[in-house]
């Protein structure tokens, strides 16, 4: 047990050391940078979580969740060059996540779980939808945000831990919301430059950390 948390430990110390020192670096600093330093740097910190799934969670829930982490890192360091390409591999995070939390759906959620579950989707996606003050915007924002809303619903409603991986799927949403107030009521407010980093990152270290130590707890019981 000490061993294998060892061996795991550099990859979520070096994901905690790159996504922690963005904020404080990139986000607070503002350093004078090569814009390739800046999208690595940005990458590393979700990239890492890939890597630390892929070794602490063998077979294809370990592939599943590594690329749903890879796909983040892709898509934190493609809209550093333009928000449709980053969107767009966030995206396909999300449909590989909602397929990983649709394999484990819980066997019994109370009435008001699933009323909220239920209720996320809509409600996150009008949100989305309403704030650009560019409506030409707000499609494309309502779209993408279904797919994000979905995930965190079946996040919410599956069998790994909601105050870990339930939790950091709405971090997620929330992070999200705050870019889009970016083209709306937030457009000239730092609120979102010191909120939307820090909610994802904590939102996707939660989504894989709780991924990866509920299913090796479950192949432990199985396989004592």
């Not at 904020?23 to 979580?49: C, H, N, R, S, T």
């Not at 892929?54 to 796909?71: C, K, S, W």
């Not at 083209?183 to 904590?202: A, C, E, N, Q």
């Amino acid at each position: 047990m000490k061993r294998a948390i060892i061996d795991s430990r550099p990859y979520v110390l070096l994901s905690l050391l790159f996504g922690i020192s963005y904020f404080f670096v990139f986000i607070l600093g503002e350093p004078e940078l090569p814009d390739p330093y800046k999208m690595l740097w940005k990458g590393a910190g979700v990239g890492f979580l890939a890597i630390y799934a892929l070794h602490r969670l063998h077979g294809f829930e370990g592939r599943l969740i590594a690329t749903v982490m890879a796909f983040g890192a892709l898509g934190d360091m493609l809209i550093e060059l333009d928000m449709i390409l980053g969107a767009s591999a966030f995206l396909i995070g999300h449909c590989f996540a909602i397929a990983l939390y649709l394999r484990h759906r819980r066997s019994e959620t109370s009435f008001s779980q699933k009323l909220f579950a239920i209720l996320l989707v809509p409600v996150t996606v009008f949100v989305a939808w309403s704030l650009p003050f560019d409506r030409a915007d707000a499609l494309g924002f309502a779209i993408y945000t279904l797919f994000l809303a979905v995930m965190a619903a079946t996040a919410w409603t599956s069998e790994f831990p909601r105050y870990r991986v339930g939790i950091g799927a709405l971090l997620f949403v929330i992070s999200d919301l705050f870019i889009f107030s970016r083209t709306g009521f937030l457009r000239d407010s730092i609120i979102p430059d010191w909120t939307v980093w820090p909610l994802y990152y904590v939102g996707q270290f939660l989504i894989a950390t709780g991924v990866v130590r509920a299913l090796r707890d479950k192949l432990h019981v199985a396989n004592p």
